[in-house]
């Protein structure tokens, strides 16, 4: 028998509010290693802010959040910044360093980060560009990239620490269906070659779908449902199946 695969994240029972306003409500789900977890929702349901959370970057009002069976919202500043040196964030707007060319820019968790030299240094970065195809452009500064090739960048250096896990923040927010795909792809070849575990935020279902192994739907603050991307397909929860049907007459429209 293979070996069952191993929880890397949990969220068990979060809660976060400012002031009055409840923006997470005894969330609880899990991300087994391989997966990639799926987070739809309503725009300003709080699935980016779910992110914050996992990345430590908040801290919830109440529960437990388990990565390798740690709890990040127990942890010192030095232990947190040690566990966050195995998570990779992919920002839904790149986030690079508009000063800095390419290479840098995907150089600057390890330059920060580990202790290795420059030339080690340099050969992580070509592979990681390579992955993502753009190692011709590792001389360009940001402004000279469109906005795929800007994502992909802030992917190749979410890649660079070799992160157990990867947090995608709507990445194919804004982009034409070309470079859209060219993102889905790539999340696909790091879940099937690479063995990545990812979460990734989104709206755009197209990519949910094509990406998914798992899927979450975070409504008013509470996950209403999840299972696997047929689940989701079938699903008779009113709310789940609007939305998917709003996305799908919205597809018809344009075709």
């Known amino acids: 028998m293979s070996a069952k695969p191993e929880k890397l994240v949990e ?4 809660k976060l509010q400012f002031a009055d306003k409840v923006i997470l409500d005894d969330v609880n789900f899990s991300v087994q290693t391989q997966e990639v977890l799926v987070i739809m929702g309503l725009s300003g349901g709080g699935k980016s802010t779910l992110l914050s959370i996992l ?3 908040l801290k919830p009002n109440a529960g437990s959040v388990l990565f390798k069976k740690e709890d990040l919202t127990k942890l010192s500043r030095s232990k947190l910044n040690e566990a966050r040196t195995h998570i990779g964030m992919v920002y839904q707007n790149a986030a690079l360093v508009s000063s800095m060319n390419v290479r840098e820019n995907v150089g600057l968790p390890l330059t920060e980060l580990s202790d290795k030299n420059d030339k080690e ?3 992580i970065v070509d592979q990681k560009l390579e992955l993502v195809e753009l190692k011709d452009a ?9 906005g795929g090739m800007q994502k992909r960048v802030g992917l190749a250096r979410a890649l660079a620490m070799e992160p157990e896990l990867i947090l995608f923040d709507e990445p194919t927010a804004g982009l034409d269906p070309i470079n859209s795909k060219h993102i889905d792809d790539l999340i696909i070849r790091l879940r099937d070659k690479q ?3 990812a979460i990734v935020v989104t709206h755009e ?28 397909r079938h699903s008779d929860n009113p709310i789940v199946s609007e939305f998917l049907s709003s996305y799908s007459n919205h597809e018809h429209a344009k075709e």
């Open 205 to 232: 279902m197209e990519s949910a779908f094509a990406v998914a192994t798992r899927m979450a739907f975070l409504h008013e603050g509470k996950i209403i449902l999840e299972g696997t991307p047929e689940v989701f």
């Open 195 to 197: 063995r990545v575990t």
């Open 55 to 57: 990345m430590g970057l």
């Open 138 to 146: 590792k001389d360009k500064l940001p402004s000279e990239l469109s």
């Open 11 to 14: 969220m068990r029972g979060v």
């Open 121 to 123: 240094i340099d050969s």
